[in-house]
């Protein structure tokens, strides 16, 4: 399990911003390394548009919005995680409410317990 030390980064990044973004390749590399080949290419690709949004706005706060809006796209824009979801379940079904199995109930007696007081 990966080990996140805020303050010992936090602190490089005060003090060497070049080593900090040379250490914050290397932790992003390892991290694409460790998940299945399948899945590389495609963390490969979101990290270069994540570098380019950075590169595009040297402000951080500004670089983390765009970040954030992007992945909100990936969720909601067309194409997006829910649209995926409903070409496999339908259209319809996030709208139509969940229907409610229905089944006997048996007593169990003298497994209840007693309120006392």
Same mark, same amino acid.
């Given at each position: 399990?990966?080990?996140?030390?805020?303050?010992?980064?936090?602190?490089?990044?005060?003090?060497?911003?070049?080593?900090?973004?040379?250490?914050?390749?290397?932790?992003?590399?390892?991290?694409?390394?460790?998940? /299945? #080949?399948?899945?590389?290419?495609? !963390? *490969?690709?979101?990290?270069? %548009? =994540?570098?380019?949004?950075?590169?595009? $706005?040297?402000?951080?706060?500004?670089?983390?919005?765009?970040?954030?809006?992007?992945?909100?796209?990936?969720?909601?824009?067309?194409?997006?995680?829910?649209?995926?979801?409903?070409?496999?379940?339908? /259209? #319809?079904?996030?709208?139509?409410? !969940? *229907?409610?199995?229905?089944? %006997? =109930?048996?007593?169990?007696?003298?497994? $209840?317990?007693?309120?006392?007081?």
């Amino acid at each position: 399990m990966y080990s996140f030390d805020f303050d010992d980064w936090h602190t490089l990044a005060k003090t060497d911003p070049e080593a900090f973004e040379r250490r914050r390749q290397r932790e992003i590399q390892k991290l694409i390394a460790s998940a /299945p #080949d399948a899945m590389q290419g495609r !963390l *490969e690709s979101l990290q270069w %548009r =994540i570098d380019r949004e950075r590169e595009r $706005h040297p402000s951080p706060a500004v670089a983390c919005q765009k970040v954030f809006e992007m992945m909100w796209d990936r969720v909601y824009g067309d194409g997006g995680l829910l649209d995926s979801i409903n070409q496999l379940v339908g /259209p #319809d079904s996030l709208s139509r409410p !969940l *229907e409610t199995p229905s089944a %006997r =109930i048996i007593p169990l007696h003298g497994t $209840h317990s007693r309120r006392t007081g």
